[in-house]
């Protein structure tokens, strides 16, 4: 089938299949899988406009919705965290989008750029799993994975909810498991901007970018920032299609503006893994999400500098 705004000829059965394999598993750590879509609509579909950005975005808000769901039945969407990472993403999504129209056009100059943002947070990643110490009884990854398994045994499978014991522009604190987790609310906005700029050129949302700092940086569990995250990344993926879409009449000679169809296949399929990604979640350890994550990255990172280099 011919998808004219892409430029590329694929069957249709293909991206929602690519997309649900890869959500299945992402979604585990709070990512929604775009991160992954994008390398693999410009190296193997051969999508290297600029709107490849947008039909990423696109991806995102049909997809995500029911990863959000399934975390929030369970009662592990911290919600204040939520809506400090889209205050900070939104203004930054906009201006990442405008610097990928006009100064990252080039889908090799682009793929460095990717290269460099997902090699820096894989490789933090992985240093910070091989600094941990597995035989740390007292660690609270430790007492978590213990407490898994208690609950893998009780009749409804669920985890325990989270509860918010302070939320102000000074602090977020919540309890998860009896344990209290604590951060600074303008170092999550801070960092939150950041990423917004950056998930806006990538086309990601920012959910690959800050699921693993939230993890790596603040020392929050997996299994209560994965929502957070894909929640921040719906709502600054809608704000980035917006801007593509709109943004599209003004630049008649460049393909901006998301391909629609594409967007809503990949989606479609990304909304299955999604929802099951996130419903299988609490039988997969932590670490064995974090490594998954942290490999993806590396590799994807790896795959763009060799092109970019012709090694």
Same mark, same amino acid.
């Given at each position: 089938?011919?998808?004219?705004?892409?430029?590329?000829?694929?069957?249709?059965?293909?991206?929602?299949?690519?997309?649900?394999? %890869?959500?299945?598993?992402?979604?585990?750590? @709070?990512?929604?899988?775009?991160?992954?879509?994008?390398?693999?609509?410009?190296?193997?579909?051969?999508? &290297?406009?600029?709107?490849?950005?947008?039909?990423?975005?696109?991806?995102?808000?049909?997809? $995500?919705?029911?990863?959000?769901?399934? +975390?929030?039945?369970?009662?592990?969407?911290?919600?204040?965290?939520?809506?400090?990472?889209?205050?900070? &993403?939104?203004?930054?999504?906009? %201006?990442?989008?405008?610097?990928?129209?006009?100064?990252?056009?080039?889908?090799?100059?682009?793929?460095?750029?990717?290269?460099?943002?997902? !090699?820096? /947070? @894989?490789?933090?990643?992985?240093?910070?799993?091989?600094?941990?110490?597995?035989?740390?009884?007292?660690?609270?990854?430790?007492?978590?994975?213990?407490?898994?398994?208690?609950?893998?045994?009780?009749?409804?499978?669920?985890?325990? =909810?989270?509860?918010?014991? #302070?939320?102000?522009?000074?602090?977020?604190?919540?309890?998860?498991?009896?344990?209290?987790?604590?951060?600074?609310?303008?170092?999550?906005?801070?960092?939150?901007?950041?990423?917004?700029?950056?998930?806006? $050129?990538?086309? $990601?949302?920012?959910?690959?970018?800050?699921?693993? !700092?939230?993890?790596?940086?603040?020392?929050?569990?997996? +299994?209560?920032?994965?929502?957070?995250?894909?929640? @921040?990344?719906?709502?600054?993926?809608?704000? @980035?299609? =917006?801007?593509?879409?709109?943004?599209?009449?003004?630049?008649?000679?460049?393909?901006?503006?998301?391909?629609?169809?594409?967007? $809503?296949?990949?989606?479609?399929?990304?909304?299955?893994?999604? +929802?099951?990604?996130? #419903?299988?979640?609490?039988?997969?350890?932590?670490?064995? /999400?974090?490594?998954?994550?942290?490999?993806?990255?590396?590799?994807?990172? =790896?795959?763009?500098?060799?092109?970019?280099?012709?090694?």
């Amino acid at each position: 089938m011919l998808f004219e705004t892409a430029g590329i000829e694929v069957a249709l059965w293909v991206p929602p299949l690519v997309a649900f394999g %890869i959500s299945f598993f992402t979604s585990m750590g @709070g990512v929604s899988g775009a991160f992954l879509l994008l390398p693999f609509q410009m190296s193997f579909l051969g999508y &290297t406009n600029p709107s490849v950005s947008a039909t990423n975005q696109l991806f995102n808000i049909v997809a $995500i919705p029911s990863g959000v769901y399934r +975390y929030w039945r369970e009662g592990r969407m911290v919600w204040p965290l939520t809506w400090i990472v889209v205050a900070g &993403t939104l203004p930054g999504v906009f %201006i990442g989008a405008f610097v990928r129209i006009n100064y990252l056009p080039d889908p090799r100059n682009f793929k460095l750029f990717a290269a460099a943002v997902l !090699f820096y /947070i @894989g490789l933090k990643m992985v240093l910070d799993l091989l600094g941990k110490k597995t035989g740390d009884k007292n660690s609270a990854e430790k007492r978590f994975r213990e407490l898994v398994r208690k609950h893998r045994g009780r009749a409804d499978g669920k985890m325990p =909810a989270v509860t918010v014991c #302070r939320f102000d522009l000074k602090r977020l604190c919540y309890t998860f498991y009896g344990e209290q987790f604590e951060v600074g609310f303008w170092g999550i906005f801070a960092l939150s901007f950041i990423v917004g700029i950056i998930g806006g $050129i990538y086309g $990601i949302g920012g959910g690959a970018i800050i699921a693993p !700092f939230f993890i790596t940086f603040f020392g929050l569990p997996v +299994y209560t920032v994965a929502g957070a995250a894909l929640m @921040g990344t719906f709502v600054t993926s809608v704000a @980035g299609v =917006a801007f593509y879409q709109a943004m599209a009449p003004f630049y008649p000679g460049v393909s901006v503006a998301p391909d629609w169809l594409l967007g $809503i296949l990949f989606g479609l399929g990304g909304m299955g893994g999604m +929802y099951l990604g996130a #419903r299988c979640q609490k039988f997969m350890p932590a670490r064995a /999400i974090k490594w998954m994550l942290a490999g993806v990255m590396v590799f994807t990172a =790896a795959k763009y500098l060799t092109a970019f280099f012709g090694w």
